[in-house]
């Protein structure tokens, strides 16, 4: 598997951004990018080994992570279901499940390190909490908002929790200093591998350095996650798309303060300053998406890092956790009218979500989907709340949930046309040609783009994570006229092929840099480029036909350039 550090000409090296090690501690915090760098292992197997372990750290986390803080194992296992199966996670191609994965493994990790430490197995202490450190010290690298959020909220309330009880508070407090100290030069390490590309993301125009503020987010983007099963089927969006209007069990948090202004029966002290931590910090994150802080937001440090909309795609997530530290106090039977108003309210503010999807959002909802929905939620709130220690309210909450999602995302084994398809046997060998001899390729699909990255073919256009490197971009925008439009991060680098000798640039979106003009205009001004794919015939003078691939459905024409 192809492992270079960036394939792109015109980016900043973006290891970072990609979770490859980019030196010997980044290569032990990103021990599975690292194995990227084996010999003799298949592809597949490595594809499926870094794509499935936050799913495992997490599936081994929450369990141990709930069991220390309340007692409760098997409440992790439902935590875990409902955090996976969230729409949220299942449109944005579980990103987030990437994030809670590892926060979970690190903060179970580090109150094992506590636990071995009180009853004086200092060197399994010691382990757990490197093991603490190294896990914790990845989770700020993915998406910075989503991360500051659930990493920030989970962490926090964890910290807390430890040093609550008086009985070893000296000794949790020690822990959690080098664990702390350790993340923080694990961090600062990697930091420093990966600087040039660092600074070239907060040097960009989009994102840079941007800072936020406290919005109001319409209500469906936050609570209407239960309404959205076939999602995939709608073909009208208004304003938004599947992923944008996505979110995860919001209407957990509203189920979860019911229950807190109940009897409860917190197990330990840990527990009960762990749940009012967590609900503290969730409540002060659904403010940051729902209330208008104004300039004043914006001077927060930290917190206007993350844009409102972003933490509102993360709130569901936090309060399934919170749900989830809350059930483990409730009585054996707390009765039917707690269950009762638990259910009315919850699944009455999911069917009001779920109607403002139909009427701002998604008009092909059916009425009776946001009805059958809200029926079907109160049900399982009813019953996991009337009775907390059987299993089939559980049960029942974990299949509705599934059904929300189990279709959007196909499960695939190998790798398929990436490997064994005609078009990516011949991009195989042509990205090992193209490296060897410092070439590079374009084209004007972002599918194309999509498989020479897979195999490993140099090419302008596809992902510019990080940041731009000016010097390649100045090549292509001499007088530097479109600076604004190529000078961002976490974008796409997309060309359109037309006969004008003149090279332009746009920004269709902020994570798009479109990039217009003949390949022998492009080819002048960048020598590397050798090779052009087109979805259509093209011609110009310097382009000699290079046969075609089939990719995408439709037939790709190659060009060689003179």
Not at 133 to 141: C, F, G, K, N
Not at 418 to 439: F, N, T
Not at 480 to 494: I, L, M, S, T
Request: aromatic share 10%.
């Amino acid at each position: 598997m192809e492992t270079t550090e960036t394939l792109n000409p015109l980016a900043a090296p973006q290891t970072f951004l990609s979770q490859l090690p980019a030196g010997p501690v980044s290569a032990v915090v990103l021990f599975d990018g690292a194995l990227l760098t084996v010999p003799g292992i298949p592809d597949e197997i490595l594809l499926a080994a870094r794509w499935w372990l936050p799913f495992l750290l997490l599936f081994l986390a929450a369990p141990r992570w709930f069991a220390s803080v309340t007692g409760n194992a098997r409440i992790g296992y439902f935590a875990a279901a409902l955090l996976v199966l969230g729409p949220a996670a299942a449109w944005w191609s579980f990103a987030q499940v990437r994030i809670l994965g590892f926060v979970l493994a690190g903060c179970a990790a580090l109150l094992l390190s506590r636990e071995s430490w009180l009853v004086d197995r200092r060197w399994r202490a010691v382990g757990w909490g490197l093991l603490a450190a190294v896990l914790l010290a990845r989770t700020p690298l993915y998406y910075q908002p989503w991360a500051i959020v659930l990493v920030g909220t989970i962490a926090v309330a964890t910290a807390a929790g430890m040093l609550a009880p008086r009985a070893g508070r000296r000794a949790s407090l020690l822990l959690l200093l080098g664990v702390t100290g350790a993340t923080a030069a694990l961090l600062g390490a990697i930091l420093w591998e990966n600087r040039e590309g660092i600074e070239a993301s907060l040097g960009t125009a989009y994102p840079g350095r941007r800072v936020s503020t406290g919005t109001a987010n319409n209500f469906q983007e936050i609570f209407g996650g239960t309404n959205l099963a076939d999602l995939e089927t709608y073909v009208t969006f208004v304003e938004t798309n599947g992923s944008e209007i996505s979110s995860a069990f919001a209407v957990a948090f509203v189920w979860a303060l019911i229950l807190l202004a109940g009897r409860l029966r917190f197990t330990s002290t840990m527990h009960r300053v762990t749940t009012c931590t967590t609900a503290v910090v969730t409540t002060c994150w659904f403010a940051w998406s729902m209330i208008d802080f104004g300039s004043v937001g914006g001077r927060i440090p930290l917190v206007n890092i993350v844009p409102s909309g972003r933490a509102a795609e993360a709130l569901g997530f936090l309060g399934v956790v919170l749900l989830c530290l809350v059930i483990p106090a409730l009585p054996r039977r707390p009765g039917v009218r707690v269950a009762a108003i638990s259910a009315t309210v919850v699944a009455g503010l999911a069917a009001y979500a779920g109607s403002l999807l139909r009427v701002e959002n998604l008009p092909e909802l059916p009425l009776s989907l946001v009805w059958v929905s809200a029926a079907l939620l109160a049900i399982a709130v009813f019953v996991v709340t009337w009775r907390p220690r059987r299993a089939y309210g559980y049960v029942i909450s974990v299949a509705l949930a599934a059904v929300l999602v189990w279709d959007v995302n196909p499960l695939m084994f190998g790798l398929g046309d990436l490997r064994d398809s005609g078009a990516a046997q011949r991009m195989l060998a042509e990205g090992k040609q193209a490296r060897d001899q410092g070439e590079v390729w374009a084209s004007d699909s972002p599918y194309v783009d999509t498989l020479m990255m897979a195999t490993g073919v140099p090419s302008l256009s596809g992902r510019q994570l990080a940041g731009p490197d000016e010097e390649a971009w100045r090549a292509l925008d001499p007088e530097g006229k479109y600076e604004d439009v190529w000078n961002r991060g976490g974008a796409y680098v997309w060309f359109t092929w037309t006969a004008d000798d003149e090279v332009t640039m746009a920004s269709p979106s902020l994570d798009v840099i479109r990039v217009t003009g003949s390949p022998c205009a492009v080819a002048e001004l960048e020598p590397r480029l050798t090779h052009v794919v087109a979805s259509g015939e093209i011609t110009g003078a310097c382009l000699v036909p290079d046969g075609s691939i089939t990719w995408g459905g439709k037939e790709q024409r190659i060009y060689a350039i003179q």
